[in-house]
């Protein structure tokens, strides 16, 4: 039931213990929805450091179990029905473990549409283009003299943002009760300091999403989430 040795991922990257979930991560804003779910939900785990470096996301062994070559991933050995189960897409790696612990989609069906609705909101929305306001601000995009490209992915940023400022009125969790739809956005949010992008985007102006930031920062598990895996 445990048997690992089918994922060759396991062979660059050893368990410790077979019977536990297995993360294959760095973290960053994607990443460390993962750690800090399972953080959250206490579900055991252990992590495998993956960099980012070509030597580590495109080798064989990372593209056998994403072929997107993308972290994070992750190997349930205790999947549905009893079988090991590997999965990527940080969206879905979220859901599976919201419902594998009962854990991080509110109490209601309506809660849990919220729920998905938001992290969806963040998978098709926040994440992309944050991302690529990133590249075009602080990366290899920075330099690229044409500013429509930068001024389109900041115009899309701030959009998103306002969204969010409205939805947040009033409520401390974007979904009403805490979800994996906070774990999906904040760490987003967070990314815009290390981008050097909240001026642009215009995060002084807001209220609701910066005391949001802090309120899921303060989390005990966030706080844990965020180291993990070590980077060294
Ligand atoms: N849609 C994917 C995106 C994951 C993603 O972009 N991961 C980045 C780090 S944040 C990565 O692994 N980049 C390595 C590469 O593209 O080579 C998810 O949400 O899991």
Redesign the pocket.
């Known amino acids: 039931m445990f048997d690992l040795t089918d994922f060759p991922i396991t062979r660059r990257w050893p368990p410790a213990d077979p019977t536990v979930i297995q993360l294959y991560s760095?973290p960053?804003?994607?990443?460390v929805?993962a750690s800090i779910a399972l953080e959250e939900t206490g579900l055991a785990y252990e992590p495998h450091l993956?960099t980012?470096?070509?030597a580590d996301?495109?080798s064989d062994a990372f593209l056998s179990l994403?072929p997107?070559?993308?972290?994070?991933?992750i190997i349930d050995p205790n999947g549905p029905d009893g079988t090991p189960i590997g999965l990527?897409?940080?969206?879905?790696?979220l859901v599976y473990l919201a419902e594998k612990s009962g854990a991080l989609l509110g109490d209601t069906a309506q809660d849990r549409y919220h729920a998905l609705q938001w992290t969806m909101f963040q998978?098709g929305g926040v994440?992309?283009m944050f991302?690529q306001l990133g590249f075009f601000v602080k990366f290899a995009g920075s330099e690229i003299e044409d500013p429509r490209p930068r001024e389109r992915y900041v115009s899309e940023a701030r959009r998103l943002l306002a969204v969010l400022e409205t939805a947040l009125e009033g409520r401390d969790w974007i979904a009403g009760p805490f979800t994996i739809a906070d774990i999906a956005l904040a760490p987003w949010l967070g990314g815009l300091e290390y981008y050097g992008a909240k001026e642009l985007v215009g995060w002084d102006d807001l209220k609701n999403v910066p005391a949001y930031l802090d309120r899921f920062m303060d989390r005990p598990a966030v706080q844990r989430g965020r180291q993990i895996p070590d980077p060294g």
Do not use: R
């Open positions: 760095f960053t804003p994607n990443g929805k993956v980012l470096s070509d996301v495109k994403n997107n070559n993308k972290i994070p991933a990527f897409e940080s969206g879905a790696i998978m994440g992309p991302g």
